[in-house]
């Protein structure tokens, strides 16, 4: 992994792929929605937004205003976008666990 890179950890690497896989409707309910339905774990919206700043401040999302909408009492939705250094540290945290589980062969509990 560069070392201009900084470490990602799990639950920034799962917003970050939410984020990915929404593409134009990542926006924050969009992204707790589908990690929930994803991953099976329940998550605030305020983890999410934290989350999502913590990211943009590192460059690895950027984030912009949508339009106001009525059904949002004439606010905007805030989308967000990974950048190319997002996408490099996601490949580098994938790398990272590759080479963390190659070899290795776990044994169930009771087996010697």
């Given at each position: 992994m ?17 984020v990915?896989r929404?593409?134009?409707e ?7 929605r589908?990690i ?6 329940l998550?605030?919206?305020?983890a ?11 460059g690895?999302?950027r984030a ?16 967000f976008?990974v ?7 996601l ?8 080479r ?13």
């Amino acid at each position: 992994m560069s070392g201009r890179l900084g470490y990602l950890g799990e639950f920034e690497q799962i917003v970050l792929l939410a984020v990915v896989r929404l593409s134009d409707e990542a926006y924050g309910t969009n992204i707790r929605r589908e990690i929930e339905a994803r991953s099976g774990r329940l998550v605030t919206i305020g983890a999410t937004y934290v989350t999502l700043d913590r990211l943009v401040a590192k460059g690895y999302l950027r984030a912009h205003e949508g339009s106001p909408t009525a059904e949002r009492s004439g606010r905007a939705k805030r989308f967000f976008a990974v950048t190319p250094a997002g996408v490099r540290a996601l490949e580098a945290a994938r790398d990272l666990q590759s080479r963390m589980w190659a070899g290795i062969r776990l044994r169930r509990a009771g087996k010697a």
